[in-house]
């Protein structure tokens, strides 16, 4: 727990953005926990989320701080008050492409439902907004292979500058009391 904790990454995160076929959120989730991202925040208004249970997601919200939103400003806002940027992702000429973003600074990367994307007031309260150069005939990657793209290269980067060296902070230490106290009933079955 101690070497995972030591290389997360509290300041890179995702948002899902009203993302519904369960098993897409799931691979999300397992991306952002095998890439060292420690929060996702899941926006949601309606209709209701998809069950994200242990099972479906491969126990991957065990080692994640989710959050809940309802609304994208409320989502925005409590990023931003963190001091992180959004960067939500958009099939559109004007969206930059990915790998042009700075990626070791703090930010989140907004990933949208599989049908229209992005919600309009995610995309109007976005920092910025990027895409994936594709060469085909089909016009987006699925969105949980979409977020492992994106995630890769912002490891890439965050490796590149050293931000996966491990590090012990307060951040840190309450995350490891949490995971210790969860698993402690399990250890002594």
Partial sequence: MRHVLARRQPDL???????????NAAAILRTCDGFGAAVVNLLYGDPEPPELTESVAGKATKWLDLKWFTQARECVDALHSEGIKVFATFVDDSATDFREVD???PVAVAFGNEHRGCTPELVDLADG???IPMV???QSFNVSVSAAIVLAEA???????GLYEPRWDDWREERLA???SREEPELGQ
């Fill in 13 to 23: 995160q995702v948002v899902i953005d009203n993302i519904h076929d369960p098993h």
């Fill in 155 to 161: 490891v890439r980067q965050r490796l590149a500058a």
């Fill in 103 to 105: 990626w070791t600074t």
């Fill in 136 to 138: 085909g005939m089909t």
């Fill in 178 to 180: 949490k995971w210790i």
């Fill in 129 to 131: 907004l990027i895409h």
